[in-house]
Each structure stands twice: as C-alpha cells, then as structure tokens.
C-alpha cells in the first residue's frame, strides 16, 4: 500500500501533521483582528470616486453587450475597487500569552513539518 504523495509510508504522519497544522492555523488567525481605515487615494472620502469607472462601464454594457470599453472599464473598476479595499486594511495580532503564541507556532510549524516529513519515501 502507497502512503501519501506516493511514498511508502506516511500516511498518519500526514493527517496527523495536517490535523496540527489546521488547528495551530486557526489559532493563529482566530487572534488577528482586522480593521480598515478611510479610502485615501485621492485624499479623505473619494471612494465613490473610483466607482465611476465601473458604472460607466456597466451602463455600457447594458447598452451593447460585446463592448471591448464596458468590459475594461467594468473590471478595470472592479479591480480597482479591490485593491483599495486590501490597500486599507489595517491587521492587528490581539494580546495573548506567551504561551498561547508558542503553542500557536508550534501545532502550525510541527504540522507542516510532518506533512513534509510524511511526502519523503520512508524505508
């Protein structure tokens, strides 16, 4: 019988890496709160500013559906709209232990350790 990516072996060392891996993951991240500030592009409150070139853009395809225009504009706005959202975003790691932290890092790196360990042929 063939363990994980092929290999002999390995294979409880894999779901078992990938259990640690998820649970240290989703302690990791269930402490990250994040936040987001004002769009700043073009100086305070210009968001609806970047909007205009998706509504042009909608408005022109709604006209003429195969419009090479409306189709850049429509997701060249989108895009836009996107990267400013990101651009914004403001990512905080909330105070916990230092103990908590370690036991986060240590279930992430040991698990995916395992993972790889698992995908190497054993013996």
Do not use: C
Not at 7 to 19: D, E, I, R, V
Not at 20 to 31: D, E, H, K, W
Not at 78 to 97: C, D, H, K, Q
Not at 110 to 116: E, F, I, M, P
Request: hydrophobic share 55%; no cysteine.
């Amino acid at each position: 019988m063939e363990g994980a990516g092929g290999t002999k072996g390995g294979f409880g060392q894999f779901f078992f890496g990938l259990a640690m891996a998820v649970a240290g993951g989703y302690l990791l991240t269930s402490q990250v709160t994040v936040t987001s500030g004002f769009w700043g592009y073009f100086g305070a409150h210009t968001f609806g500013l970047t909007l205009l070139p998706m509504v042009i853009g909608l408005g022109l395809l709604f006209f003429d559906g195969s419009s090479t225009a409306g189709w850049v504009l429509t997701i060249g706005g989108a895009i836009v709209i996107f990267v400013g959202i990101l651009m914004n975003l403001r990512i905080y790691f909330e105070p916990t232990s230092l103990f908590h932290t370690l036991i986060m890092l240590t279930l992430l790196a040991g698990g995916l350790g395992l993972v790889a360990r698992s995908l190497k042929a054993h013996a």
